[in-house]
């Protein structure tokens, strides 16, 4: 057999029996694809492939849509004024913890960017799990928010990383800046329009749709994006975030759109990324005098910080789903690999930190989801 069929083969198992390992290891589906990759990647089934890569990205760029999915803009803007001070205040914490650390442990600029990152994706699966809880809820709207400033510094780190910090930063700032005010003069057209003229969005995406419109338009909206931020030279995955948010803000009526959206991507494209990542990270390197210690650190580090931080919401939410709060966000899986992987092709960590940071996130996910489902079993028990 050519080493692409084993390659096809090993992926396709892979996709089918993870979640049948996840469910007997009691854990997300995503570390078990990222292990199971690693391990069949060190035994030599999976290989490096161009279709492979280009594949796992529109994985990765499809996850980008999905965590956009997950934020409503209009709900998000009329969050409570003392809720948005809190969330605003959370951040500052996060990112003063994250430079001090930073600046104190000599560790570089880079890790200023890379400790704070906040995802929703891994927040959304703990709903599936133990429902719209009060601090679940607070956890969506103060990651949603997180994760726009999460991907917009992983834009401008991205330009930073690529064309240093000189004219060509500049340049990326400013189409940046050009594109945000045009999304923002667009997202207000659109609500314009849909205000006066409700059937537009009806028309698009029927109540009825035998012929997928509600799909097809989200792919257009999915690829327009994607397409404008190659042009303009700027992260890809900043333009696949902005389109996912499109789908629940101008089309509400189709509240069973995003998880249909969710199903088919983390059915086939996004495994495909992690199982990319897994394959990369060799097992050889936990031999790496110092990986597993260094990894270890990274995690605890990066769960201190925000556990520490949630503490702000401990009026709303009391001191356990304060933490539980601080927990969900300690799992910036898909973005942390993201800012590692850009990091190390640009030379700003060495290999020892990038496999570091891919260890740490699979600590962070084990560890976190371990104490989640203590601490709630014991709220449970006490009738909290």
């Given amino acids: 057999m050519s080493d692409n069929v084993v390659l096809i083969v090993t992926i396709s198992l892979i996709i089918i029996f993870s979640p049948f390992f996840a469910k007997l290891l009691k854990l997300p589906t995503t570390p078990i694809e990222i292990i199971l990759g690693s391990i069949f990647g060190y035994v030599g089934f999976l290989h490096n492939e161009h279709l492979f890569e280009i594949v796992a990205e529109l994985g990765f760029l499809y996850l980008m849509f999905i965590a956009g999915t997950e934020i409503n ?15 605003t205040i959370y951040l500052i914490l996060l990112y003063t913890f994250s430079i001090s650390l930073s600046l104190y442990l000599d560790l570089g600029k880079i890790f200023m960017v890379l400790l704070p990152l906040i995802s929703v994706g891994l927040v959304a699966t703990l709903s599936k799990e ?8 607070l956890s969506m709207t103060a990651g949603g928010i997180g994760e726009v400033v999460s991907i917009g510094l992983l834009t401008l780190t991205s330009a930073a990383l690529q064309s240093g910090f000189g004219l ?5 700032i400013f189409a940046l800046l050009v594109f945000l005010l045009f999304m923002f003069l667009l997202f207000r057209a659109m609500e314009l329009l ?10 698009l995406m ?11 338009l989200s792919m257009g909206i ?4 994607v397409g404008a931020m190659l042009y303009l030279k700027l992260e890809l995955a900043f333009g696949a975030f902005l389109a996912g948010i499109f789908i629940p803000t101008f089309f509400e009526h189709k509240h069973e759109l995003p998880e249909k959206l969710a199903s088919y991507g983390f059915g086939f494209l996004i495994p495909i990324f992690f199982i990319h990542i897994g394959s990369s990270f060799h097992l050889d390197a ?3 005098e110092g990986l597993i210690s260094k990894a270890a650190i990274i995690a605890f580090a990066m769960i201190v910080m925000r556990v520490v931080a949630s503490l702000v919401f401990i009026k709303e939410l009391k001191l356990a789903d304060s933490i539980l709060m601080g927990l969900s966000h300690s799992m910036p899986l898909t973005l942390l690999i993201a800012m590692a992987t850009l990091a190390y092709n640009a030379n700003s960590i060495d290999e020892l930190h990038y496999y570091a940071f891919i260890l740490a996130s699979l600590f962070q996910v084990i560890a976190v989801m371990i104490v ?13």
């Fill in 73 to 87: 803009l209009k709900n998000t803007l009329k969050t409570p004024s003392n809720i948005m001070k809190k969330v």
């Fill in 130 to 137: 133990y429902g719209k809880t009060p601090w679940l809820t």
């Fill in 168 to 172: 060509g930063l500049i340049k990326t």
């Fill in 194 to 203: 849909f205000w006066w003229f409700p059937e537009v969005s009806t028309s």
């Fill in 206 to 216: 029927p109540h009825i749709d035998n012929k997928e419109q509600d799909i097809r």
């Fill in 222 to 225: 999915f690829f327009l994006l």
């Fill in 286 to 288: 936990l031999v790496i």
């Fill in 372 to 384: 989640i489902k203590l601490i709630n079993n014991y709220k449970l028990a006490k009738g909290l």
